[in-house]
């Protein structure tokens, strides 16, 4: 008999069937708000799932994964996650903090050493830590597209970071930084001595029953590919993910974007998420201790200046953290935590009130981040 995604996600989170819940209140308000965005032409085709600990709350599909060959989106579609990667790779630091292979207060240079040679605008050498890099309070310069194109390792992303003066005090202001998460990718390479996308598939991606996450997504992956569309006068046009700069989806010469490169379903995220909500715990396995969790996700932005930061906010390792809800995260609870990504992916966890969901949507220009109006709807109706 054919096991249904509720079914499977019980067996990989928990080790035992979850019950099948009657369409409810929850399955209607998520139904009407993927059918409304489809209708409304603001996305192509979207995926939803909310669920707790213990079970799969509401899962569906609505809409179209390409529209010219009008292939439906499905809950196991595939997706570029882009910044929803840094949860996970904030998950694979704190590995390593348990394991006593890395400290958050660390400086970088301990790991890699041509950060003993970072400086200031005024030449003056500076020390960013562990746990600035991977809370965007460390000042480091992002590489630019043409730059990142040329590269194919992680730690050919240092070398060339280290190189390039901060932009401010570490530890002193909050502005979003890619190559921050990176640095956190590549000091887990070093400490672990696998390569990033390795190192994810042997100790999460694997051991989750994650099997549809990579950052090289094989053919069979490609052929479940939720294309990528732009809204423009005329109607919906198709992008190509810029995190490929110009290769293929499973061209193993990209570098593994600590930062946002990883390709995933609605499907296998909510492992990732139920997992981290249950304790750190899934299969009969534990990933993280629950004190790791709160390290992982308590505000490490308080009292600083924050540059483009949404309010109500704060930033952990690697995961954004709800202060004061409002506007998009009014239905969350105070200390609920996730992330979006570029194309209006979306991932939180609500501890308070045992839930997390999960959008996974392809559309480029739909507004800014967490402050875009189609995912202050979603968050609506996830909280029915």
């Known amino acids: 008999m054919k096991r249904t995604f509720r079914m499977m996600l019980a067996a990989a989170c928990m080790g035992s069937g979850f019950a099948k819940e009657n369409a409810g209140t929850l399955d209607t ?40 060959n009008k292939r439906p989106m499905k809950t196991d579609s595939v997706a570029w996650i882009a910044s929803m990667s840094k949860p996970v790779t904030g998950v694979a630091v704190m590995m390593m903090v348990e394991e006593g292979r890395i400290s958050l207060d660390d ?29 965007h309070t460390a000042g480091l310069q992002d590489l630019t597209k043409e730059e990142e194109m040329g590269l194919s390792t992680l730690d050919q992303v240092m ?97 593994p974007r600590a930062n946002g490169g990883l390709f995933s379903t609605a499907e296998d995220f909510s492992k990732f998420l139920a997992m981290v909500l249950n304790g750190g715990e899934a299969n009969g396995q534990n990933f993280l201790k629950p004190e790791s969790i709160q390290e992982m996700t308590k505000s490490r932005t308080d009292g600083l200046e924050k540059v483009g930061f949404v309010e109500g906010n704060a930033y952990g390792i690697g995961w954004i953290r709800v202060v004061n809800p409002g506007g998009v995260t009014a239905s969350l609870s105070p200390g609920s935590y996730g992330h979006g990504g570029a194309y209006g992916t979306q991932a939180w966890i609500d501890p308070v009130k045992d839930r997390y969901s999960v959008l996974i949507i392809q559309h480029t220009n739909i507004g800014n981040g967490d402050n875009s109006a189609l995912r202050g709807k979603f968050q609506q109706a996830a909280g029915k």
């Open 107 to 135: 400086p970088v240079a301990k790991y890699l050493p041509e950060f003993k040679d970072l400086k200031d605008a005024e030449g003056k050498e500076v020390t960013v830590t562990v746990a600035q890099c991977m809370s």
């Open 29 to 68: 308000a998520l139904s009407v708000f993927r059918e409304g965005v489809v209708e409304a032409k603001d996305v192509a085709g979207a995926v939803t799932v909310v669920g707790s600990k213990e079970r799969v709350l509401s899962s569906g599909a609505t809409g179209l994964a390409d529209i010219a």
């Open 159 to 255: 070398k060339l970071t280290a190189t390039r003066p901060v932009k401010f005090a570490p530890g002193t202001k909050w502005a979003y930084c890619q190559t921050g998460i990176n640095v956190g990718g590549r000091i887990v390479e070093v400490v672990s001595q696998q390569n990033f996308a390795d190192f994810l598939e042997k100790r999460l991606f694997g051991p989750l029953g994650m099997k549809d996450t990579s950052f090289y997504p094989n053919a069979d992956q490609v052929a479940r590919l939720a294309l990528a569309y732009k809204k423009t006068d005329v109607g919906l046009e198709v992008e190509v993910p810029r995190v490929l700069a110009g290769k293929e989806y499973g061209d193993t010469s990209r570098y």
